[in-house]
């Protein structure tokens, strides 16, 4: 009976021994699991939770899935609002801006009618943003005016995703009348600026 109270004694300490370690282990797992786990999810916050930056560069580059186009019109779109705003200064820089991103731009993916006619449009374009990088208001204002007949031509051919509206003043150049593109049906007149800033109509939609 001793013996048998001994042997069970000693197994009962041997289960309670093995009970113990095996929860240490079970705790020691999921410690780590649970710290894994965190890492995993942290690692997934700090990529869902990114600054947004190279998403809204991709979102602009798929309106039309043409990123050179886009940069194109960015820059124009800027130019435009220096006129409006009367702005010369700011309008000599957008206009030097706006020579780059024509000179960028990428026509090898388009057929070769295309191609051909884009590369007219981006020469005619860059010449006349030279002009505005360097004029008087005056001036900007009337190279703006073939400027913007290119980049409408130009956006025939490589679309865009986005509403645009084509825009018109009857009133420009001795009554002979200026269109310009923009991204609101607001009309906000690039040729006249302050003196006749809302001279103007909507001629068509382009989308």
Request: proline share 1%; glycine share 6%; charged share 30%.
């Amino acid at each position: 009976m001793s013996k048998l109270k001994l042997v069970l004694g000693v197994v009962a300490i041997a289960f309670v021994t093995l009970t113990v370690v095996s929860c240490k282990d079970a705790k020691t797992e999921s410690s780590t699991n649970s710290e894994t786990s965190t890492e995993e999810d942290h690692s997934k916050m700090n990529h869902d939770n990114s600054d947004g930056h190279h998403d809204s560069e991709k979102k602009e580059m798929a309106m039309n899935g043409d990123g050179n186009a886009q940069a194109v019109l960015n820059d124009y779109f800027s130019l435009k609002d220096a006129l409006v705003g009367d702005d010369n200064d700011k309008a000599k820089e957008m206009g030097g801006t706006l020579v780059k991103s024509l000179k960028s731009f990428d026509a090898s993916k388009y057929s070769e009618s295309e191609k051909s006619e884009l590369n007219d449009i981006i020469e005619d374009a860059t010449e006349h943003a030279e002009h505005i990088s360097e004029s008087d208001i005056k001036h900007q204002r009337e190279h703006f005016k073939v400027l913007s007949k290119d980049v409408t031509d130009m956006v025939a051919i490589t679309g865009t995703g986005m509403k645009l509206y084509e825009q018109f003043c009857p009133m420009y150049d001795n009554n002979k009348g200026g269109a310009w593109l923009s991204m609101n049906e607001e009309i906000r007149n690039p040729y006249f600026g302050d003196k006749m800033l809302k001279c103007g109509k909507v001629q068509r939609e382009i989308n």
